[in-house]
């Protein structure tokens, strides 16, 4: 199978990585109305909290191997948040402080998630700045050294009204202390197939665009410039942020499952993933400069790096136009560990197209999605109507967080941060 992440030129991987940074952000927005209207605001606390701790442990643990990170301490915590959906570049603005190898501090100069929830009330505001914050902040520092301890200093609500930094934490690593015990959802994911796949080394393609970092090994720095690493080290990079998502995909399915019954958690997963096609379509079509009068061929080329269907070597994913050009094909092999997980798999192998739909419909809502199984594959096939068809709720209500139209600015120059 073609990995058409590993065929992209260097430009263009420094491009997507943010933009897959920030759309993996934007999948927990996705699902969190359905359970607000599953579950109530507890429900949806205890979700979102079960998610976030059952992907972070094993996707922070992945990066810094992908990425030569090395070491326990306050330094490697923050570089894994640099490379996290959680915390995308700009959207989310952290800025770190290394006191020395056991303690530091990060503040939010700008928090999207803030500025999305705060119009909400302070009650919402509390449930992301305290009671999500609180256990998932320390499931992520796990990965790099159990005895870290991640404490606020302050946090939203924000007093006075405008504060800022929006908010800023400690860490420390504390070896007195008992160490952490890694999150019962993290135990229950760890079993997920997602974290076993082993990606092929990228294709040697030098590029004249690209930065001389082949990993994340010096010393830390106040912002990453992702045009800086080397063709070969994004490809690992944005292999990861994707894998990042698709663990997303798992801590949510288990999380409802748990508390209520498989259909819940299809029906949930369902409004998750067509959420987030949509906006994911228009982002990564934007990145890579592709219209809508670019027709099925600019199609082929979003949905080939679609968080849907990349990587291949964890969805079995293929798209192709087919021979006279008439059609986008999209095959998922039966074979694919993703169909083994409790994750978006289940969605098309129930029959329903509605997230295909909705990652066509993202760059022309004329677009018309045929699916159907072959000898135990899943295949779409995707043509062009002549009638537009209207934004579904799943998409219109994700269009809703500030970060759907977000706008990357320009990145600041890095500096090595050193003890202070």
């Excluded at 994707?242 to 949510?252: P, S």
């Excluded at 192709?320 to 074979?335: H, M, N, P, T």
Aim: proline share 8%; aromatic share 8%; charged share 25%.
């Amino acid at each position: 199978m073609r990995d058409r992440i590993d065929e992209l030129a260097h430009r263009q991987l420094a491009t997507l990585v943010p933009e897959l940074l920030l759309i993996g952000q934007l999948i927990d927005r996705a699902g969190m109305p359905a359970l607000l209207g599953e579950f109530g605001l507890d429900g949806m606390r205890d979700v979102a909290i079960e998610e976030w701790q059952a992907a972070s442990p094993h996707y922070a643990l992945r990066m810094k191997r992908a990425l030569g990170i090395e070491g326990d301490g306050v330094a490697e915590i923050f570089k894994g948040f640099q490379l996290d959906v959680g915390a995308p570049p700009e959207f989310m603005d952290f800025r770190y402080v290394v006191h020395d190898h056991d303690h530091g501090e990060f503040y939010l100069d700008h928090c999207g998630a803030l500025m999305d929830v705060e119009p909400m009330g302070e009650e919402i505001v509390k449930v992301m700045c305290h009671d999500i914050e609180d256990p998932t902040f320390p499931a992520t520092a796990y990965a790099t050294n159990p005895y870290a301890v991640v404490e606020p200093i302050h946090r939203p609500p924000r007093a006075p009204a405008g504060r800022t930094p929006h908010c800023h934490w400690t860490v420390r690593i504390d070896p007195g202390a008992p160490p952490a015990e890694l999150p019962y959802p993290a135990a229950e994911s760890a079993a997920s197939l997602v974290n076993g796949i082993d990606f092929p080394e990228p294709t040697v393609r030098p590029d004249r665009d690209e930065g001389p970092l082949d990993d994340y090994a010096g010393p830390l720095l106040s912002d990453v410039r992702f045009d800086g690493f080397t063709r070969s080290a994004l490809v690992r990079i944005l292999r990861e942020v994707y894998l990042q998502m698709h663990l997303l995909a798992v801590g949510f399915t288990q999380s409802v499952r748990r508390r209520s019954d498989a259909g819940t958690a299809l029906r949930l997963a369902t409004y998750q993933c067509t959420g987030i096609a949509g906006i994911a379509t228009e982002r990564i079509a934007a990145a890579l400069g592709i219209r809508a009068e670019d027709g099925l061929g600019g199609l082929a080329r979003v949905l080939a790096v679609h968080p849907l269907l990349a990587p291949v070597q964890y969805t079995g994913a293929s798209v192709d136009l087919d021979s006279d050009g008439a059609a986008v094909e999209i095959r998922w092999a039966a074979d694919a560990p993703w169909w083994q997980d409790e994750c978006w798999s289940a969605v098309p192998g129930s029959g329903n197209a509605a997230p295909i739909e909705a990652a066509a419909r993202g760059l022309d809502p004329r677009f018309r999605v045929d699916l159907r199984k072959e000898n135990s594959d899943v295949i779409a096939r995707i043509t062009l109507g002549t009638d537009a068809i209207p934004e579904g709720e799943e998409v219109a209500v994700t269009r809703i967080s500030t970060g759907a139209a977000f706008e990357f600015g320009a990145v600041r120059t890095p500096l090595p941060l050193f003890p202070v």
